[in-house]
């Protein structure tokens, strides 16, 4: 870490733009990367402890950093800043980067300039990481080259530094869709929106369902839209909205004529670039809110022309993410389950809705602002 007169001098060093990076875990590390690589003079700052690993990385690199603060005046000085999303908008130092007029954006925004892949970006409340999962996975088993990030796995920016890939599957969260502005998703796929983080979104639904519609923006009739069509909010919030991109609605409750449905217990995939149709007893994910992360993954599968046999295949074979509906084991006859990634109502009510015995619920946690009525 430097300090005093070699810290004030970081910001004027070099003929590069001065990038600021606020948040030093995998996303911020990764950006300081990609940044270093782009010739960017970079200071990576964290108001809390930084991880050791993260520590050694920086270091490496020769990249300056410093934690337990954040020193306004070097940080005031940036051209631009990349923040962590776990950074609320709130924060004093957000407000003042702000008011200066210095732009702040997300990891996602940065790395998405230094890349042509074809890009699937995958949002909603509940089942984010599952469909991401269950998509790279289709993906990767059919051949094609791509990359896993976003919400899970290394960072974006790291990847984009260090690998090459044609495809990246990424997981978005609402936080991380606040900070982007230009970046644009070829395949957007929105899950679903129940309350959840409203804490941030001064307990205004509308105002996460906004955030979650950045997912959208700068689409253009060449990309796809791919939602749940029995999902209220999202149907509201496409119903106000002029949508650019084919849309791809997927439901259990009606047919479509573009995208996917389910029609007793055949799952069909109606798109622009081919047909599937394949029983839910080949799905390797089971329950209701399964059937709607494989029709998400299904219909991008098919839109990218994956073969049939391919796509069936690797739905069967997929094997779910940790601590989601997990088998942790068996005490005296019971049968414990670790699904310690719901954190919200809604995913929590998804998970008991697939139970077929009687169940004892151990939960906790900080409230976000859910209706627990």
Partial sequence: METGNQLSQIATAGNGRFLCILGAGESGVGAAFL????????????????????????????IDFEENQHSEAIILQADEVVKSPGIPEKAPIIKKLKAKGIPVISEIEFAGRYT???????????????????????????????????NIGKSFAY??????????????????????????ADIAVLLNITPDHLDRYEYKMENYADSKFRIIQN????????????????IKGISKRKIEAK??????????????????????????KGNLSMNISELALQGKHNIYNSMASGITAKVLELRNETIRESMGDFKNIEHRLEHAGNIAGIRFINDSKATNVNSTWYA??????????????????????
């Fill in 35 to 62: 940044a270093r690589k782009q010739g960017f003079k970079v200071f990576v700052s964290d108001f809390g402890l930084m991880n050791e690993k993260y520590k050694a990385q920086l270091q490496d690199w020769n």
């Fill in 116 to 150: 042509d892949a074809k890009m699937i970006c995958i949002t909603g409340s509940n089942g984010k990481t599952t469909t991401a999962s269950l998509t790279y996975h289709l993906l990767k088993k059919a051949g094609l080259n791509v990359g896993l990030a976003g």
């Fill in 159 to 184: 990847q984009v530094a260090a690998e090459k890939y044609d495809h990246y599957v990424l997981e978005i969260s609402s936080f991380m869709l606040d900070d982007m502005y230009q970046f644009k």
């Fill in 219 to 234: 689409q253009t009739g060449a990309d796809y839209v791919i939602y749940c069509a029995d999902d209220e909010e999202t």
């Fill in 247 to 272: 849309q791809m609605p997927f439901s259990i409750q009606k047919k479509v004529e573009q995208g996917a449905y389910l029609d007793e217990d055949e799952l069909y995939f109606l798109t622009d």
């Fill in 352 to 373: 008991l809705e697939s139970m077929n015995t009687d169940v004892v619920l151990i939960l906790g946690g900080i409230d976000k602002g859910n209706d627990y009525t």
